[in-house]
């Protein structure tokens, strides 16, 4: 599949045309904490994972077949242990 436009299966980077025209069976909401990890990683670490890891599972599942919605990620909480 090319990668030059929206990936369909990413609600994010479609339109409400596109959304209507499709019938989505499963939307995925991926969500990570906001937190510290240590120096060398950004608070956003958990949130950067799960949209990398939503999006290749929602390209996985929609060539074959599915009709997958994968929703914006959801960063939640702040750690300010540290």
């Not at 990570?32 to 958990?46: I, R, S």
Request: contains cysteine.
């Amino acid at each position: 599949m090319s990668t030059t436009g929206p990936r369909p299966w990413m609600i994010a980077e479609t339109n409400w045309k596109h959304v209507k025209a499709n019938p989505y069976e499963v939307a995925v909401l991926p969500w990570g904490a906001t937190e510290a990890h240590n120096w060398h990683l950004p608070y956003a670490t958990d949130s950067l994972q799960n949209d990398a890891i939503a999006a290749e599972a929602g390209r996985i599942a929609w060539e074959a077949g599915a009709k997958v919605a994968i929703l914006p990620n959801m960063p939640i909480g702040r750690a300010s242990c540290r």
